[in-house]
């Protein structure tokens, strides 16, 4: 069961959330979820209502001060984890 801010966020928000914190485009997301670009969009824009965040990098920076999203979540891309 994925930790949630407090009971505040849903499961899919909670998955788009980590999959957007890890660098993805809601299109990415959307194709990895099974669901529609707009769909993804929406749960990313009720999840950072529900925590007060003012946009999608606001959502994520509460989320890793809050403890929802912990630095062992965000997977290394390519490139970093070749440096």
């Known amino acids: ?42 749960r990313l824009n009720q999840a950072a209502r529900s925590v007060g965040a003012h ?4 959502l994520v920076a509460l989320a890793m001060a809050t403890g929802l999203i912990t630095p062992a979540d965000i997977t290394p891309t390519r490139q970093e984890a070749a440096a």
């Open 1 to 42: 069961m994925p930790r949630v801010l407090d009971g505040r966020l849903s499961d899919g928000q909670y998955e788009a959330l980590l999959l957007a914190a890890n660098g993805l485009t809601a299109r990415q997301i959307a194709t990895r979820l099974g669901t529609s670009e707009q769909g993804i969009h929406l």
């Open 55 to 58: 946009s999608r990098t606001h």
